[in-house]
């Protein structure tokens, strides 16, 4: 597919000159057997020194390139090569987005290539993208109208567990999701230190939020099925590479508003992120902004700086929510009186239990091990705020699907 539907394309009956670069004419067989025999295509062998150079142009050429996985680097390097040479010319990825040719995918979106060939789609769907690669002013995607709900999950200060919290809330949520909901739930790890999530979750991210920000006017389900990195229940990752430092300051509000419209709930996990560098932004679009604490004295006097810092519509709404956790109430305060002394709704209470770290350093999830712990148990009145799909007026109670949910999972003990 290509990553934009093909409906919203323009049409045109004028040939195009395609001008093909590969290591091997296999590829413009493939691409000759999907199009019109009017279209002509050149072929270029891109493993030959100065191809380049003897790039010849016509009106409406478009250049392809091979970025199935083993040709993508040296086609990423063609594309410089082109642009320092030709820099008016379009220019279309081809390959495909199975699985194994997800680095082909990725490495053509960091080089800037908008527009991608899948050679196992349909004929049309071929032909139109590169219809809409060579109309003079190619619309981007429409913004989807429907939108997820957006939830903040900020930890008041780093050590609060929220990468742990997200993990196993978000995977919870994606097993629970209403019957007959094709969309996913979608974890976005903005949090410090980079790539936490990915390691709780034991999966590789390729493609990461930076790289989603330089392509948000292209994003679309085939980019998000492709390129974003999935745990095995369904549930999407989206999270920094590792070893950034702090969050691009690029506005994501049109990022958002893409991701809201391909997932049915996104969680925004900011542990360890300092307030100031927190995009206004995802503050503007959260529809709740948890706050995750426990229950020491270093905590509560970060509690106190966040909520004086937050800005002033923030604090006014009604979308600031509390959670306590690693909760014990004979080493401080209660929950309740935490949350009353600084006027904030409590959504929940969980425990401390050493078990999570003990999972969490064999890279699994509480889920894997002790899918009847009490923390899980815990995170029960959270689910129905983050996803509403996971409990449906006409399904039964959030308490029994949850119960049913965590009883369907294999019981371990270790």
């Given at each position: 597919?290509?990553?934009?539907?093909?409906?919203?394309?323009?049409?045109?009956?004028?040939p195009m000159?395609?001008?093909?670069?590969?290591?091997?004419?296999?590829?413009?067989?493939?691409?000759?057997?999907?199009?019109?025999?009017?279209?002509?295509?050149?072929?270029?062998?891109?493993?030959?020194?100065?191809?380049?150079?003897?790039?010849?142009?016509?009106?409406?050429?478009?250049?392809?390139?091979?970025?199935?996985?083993?040709?993508?680097?040296?086609?990423?390097?063609?594309?410089?090569?082109?642009?320092?040479?030709?820099p008016e010319?379009?220019?279309?990825?081809?390959?495909?987005?199975?699985?194994?040719?997800?680095?082909?995918?990725?490495?053509?979106?960091?080089?800037?290539?908008?527009?991608?060939?899948?050679?196992?789609?349909?004929?049309?769907?071929?032909?139109?993208?590169?219809?809409?690669?060579?109309?003079?002013?190619?619309?981007?995607?429409?913004?989807?109208?429907?939108?997820?709900?957006?939830?903040?999950?900020?930890?008041?200060?780093?050590?609060?567990?929220?990468?742990?919290?997200?993990?196993?809330?978000?995977?919870?949520?994606?097993?629970?999701?209403?019957?007959?909901?094709?969309?996913?739930?979608?974890?976005?790890?903005?949090?410090?230190?980079?790539?936490?999530?990915?390691?709780?979750?034991?999966?590789?991210?390729?493609?990461?939020?930076?790289?989603?920000?330089?392509?948000?006017?292209?994003?679309?389900?085939?980019?998000?099925?492709?390129?974003?990195?999935?745990?095995?229940?369904?549930?999407?990752?989206?999270?920094?590479?590792?070893?950034?430092?702090?969050?691009?300051?690029?506005?994501?509000?049109?990022?958002?508003?893409?991701?809201?419209?391909?997932?049915?709930?996104?969680?925004?996990?900011?542990?360890?992120?300092?307030?100031?560098?927190?995009?206004?932004?995802?503050?503007?679009?959260?529809?709740?902004?948890?706050?995750?604490?426990?229950?020491?004295?270093?905590?509560?006097?970060?509690?106190?700086?966040?909520?004086?810092?937050?800005?002033?519509?923030?604090?006014?709404g009604d979308?600031?929510?509390?959670?306590?956790?690693?909760?014990?109430?004979?080493?401080?305060?209660?929950?309740?009186?935490?949350?009353?002394?600084?006027?904030?709704?409590?959504?929940?209470?969980?425990?401390?239990?050493?078990?999570?770290?003990?999972?969490?350093?064999?890279?699994?999830?509480?889920?894997?091990?002790?899918?009847?712990?009490?923390?899980?148990?815990?995170?029960?009145?959270?689910?129905?705020?983050?996803?509403?799909?996971?409990?449906?007026?006409?399904?039964?109670?959030?308490?029994?699907?949850?119960?049913?949910?965590?009883?369907?999972?294999?019981?371990?003990?270790?």
């Amino acid at each position: 597919m290509p990553f934009a539907t093909a409906r919203q394309l323009p049409s045109s009956g004028l040939p195009m000159n395609l001008v093909v670069f590969a290591s091997d004419r296999e590829l413009l067989s493939r691409l000759a057997a999907k199009l019109p025999p009017h279209w002509p295509l050149t072929y270029h062998d891109a493993g030959f020194p100065g191809a380049v150079q003897q790039l010849r142009v016509a009106p409406q050429t478009l250049v392809l390139l091979d970025f199935h996985a083993t040709r993508a680097a040296a086609s990423a390097e063609l594309v410089r090569q082109i642009r320092q040479l030709r820099p008016e010319l379009a220019m279309v990825a081809v390959g495909a987005t199975s699985v194994n040719q997800v680095e082909g995918v990725v490495t053509a979106l960091r080089v800037g290539l908008r527009d991608f060939v899948d050679l196992d789609a349909d004929t049309e769907g071929v032909q139109a993208v590169l219809r809409r690669a060579t109309a003079p002013a190619a619309a981007a995607i429409p913004v989807a109208t429907r939108k997820a709900p957006l939830t903040l999950m900020l930890g008041v200060r780093p050590g609060m567990g929220t990468s742990t919290l997200a993990a196993h809330l978000c995977v919870l949520a994606q097993q629970m999701r209403a019957a007959g909901n094709s969309q996913d739930v979608l974890l976005l790890d903005m949090g410090q230190p980079a790539g936490d999530v990915a390691l709780y979750l034991n999966i590789e991210s390729r493609f990461h939020y930076d790289e989603a920000l330089r392509s948000a006017s292209r994003l679309d389900a085939t980019l998000v099925r492709t390129a974003m990195a999935r745990h095995p229940g369904g549930l999407v990752l989206l999270d920094r590479a590792v070893g950034s430092e702090s969050l691009p300051p690029s506005d994501p509000g049109l990022l958002l508003k893409r991701l809201c419209g391909l997932f049915c709930s996104v969680l925004c996990e900011l542990g360890g992120t300092p307030l100031r560098q927190i995009p206004g932004a995802l503050l503007e679009h959260a529809d709740e902004i948890w706050l995750v604490t426990d229950g020491a004295i270093a905590s509560l006097v970060s509690l106190d700086q966040v909520l004086k810092q937050l800005p002033p519509g923030v604090r006014e709404g009604d979308r600031l929510k509390l959670i306590v956790n690693r909760n014990d109430e004979e080493a401080g305060m209660a929950a309740a009186q935490i949350a009353e002394r600084f006027q904030l709704p409590l959504l929940a209470t969980l425990p401390e239990r050493p078990r999570l770290r003990a999972s969490a350093s064999q890279g699994r999830l509480l889920l894997d091990d002790a899918p009847r712990d009490p923390y899980l148990r815990a995170l029960a009145p959270l689910l129905a705020r983050f996803d509403p799909t996971t409990s449906p007026p006409e399904a039964q109670g959030l308490r029994d699907r949850f119960a049913s949910a965590l009883s369907s999972l294999q019981w371990k003990t270790k």
